[in-house]
């Protein structure tokens, strides 16, 4: 994480509560299911990574940097990070980016310039990583948002017996 967009310095955090959205037990409210079934909006993939970064860091005050932008786009390069992306014709109006290692997802950071799009671009994801198999969907922090969406705190020894799971071969 950095200070700020402007900040030089990066650092690490390791929450000691942990954020997670278990995959076995992600219900999308009646709601957000009908905004799914409507098709309005086209879901993409790894189409528009680093623009995906830089619309997760547009906001009023950001831990996203260059640097980390920079590093992300290298891990992107490599095949580690991916980005949901929900797109109105040519214009993204929401998404998410994070890193995938064996079975375990990193959510790093979401944006919703329309209505429940961040959402739909979380719905999305936890179908993908159910389809492949995944175990864990790490949010780091729980906020509001992903509390609606499914999202509890465990204490970080649980997190990372959960953790060693999904990376093992």
Request: hydrophobic residues 45%; positive net charge; contains cysteine.
């Given at each position: 994480m950095a200070e700020g967009a402007n900040a030089e310095e990066i650092y690490l955090v390791e929450p000691v509560m942990r954020g997670?959205?278990?995959l076995d037990q992600f219900?999308?409210?009646?709601?957000m299911r009908r905004e799914i079934?409507?098709?309005f909006y086209q879901i993409r993939t790894d189409t528009a990574f680093e623009t995906t970064m830089k619309n997760c860091a547009r906001r009023e005050t950001t831990?996203?940097?260059?640097?980390?932008i920079d590093l992300y786009c290298s891990l992107f390069d490599m095949g580690y990070a991916h980005s949901v992306e929900v797109w109105d014709k040519n214009e993204m109006v929401g998404g998410l980016y994070g890193v995938a290692i064996k079975r375990a997802f990193f959510g790093e950071s979401m944006f919703s310039f329309r209505k429940n799009t961040s959402k739909l671009a979380l719905?999305?994801?936890?179908?993908?990583l159910k389809q492949n198999g995944y175990q864990l969907l790490d949010t780091q922090f729980?906020?509001?948002h992903l509390a609606s969406?499914?999202?509890?705190e465990i204490p970080q020894r649980k997190y990372l017996?959960?953790?060693?799971?999904?990376?093992k071969d």
């Open positions: 997670i959205i278990p219900k999308p409210s009646r709601s079934n409507r098709a831990w996203i940097n260059q640097q980390i719905c999305h994801l936890v179908n993908l729980i906020t509001p969406m499914g999202g509890v017996q959960l953790l060693k799971n999904a990376l």
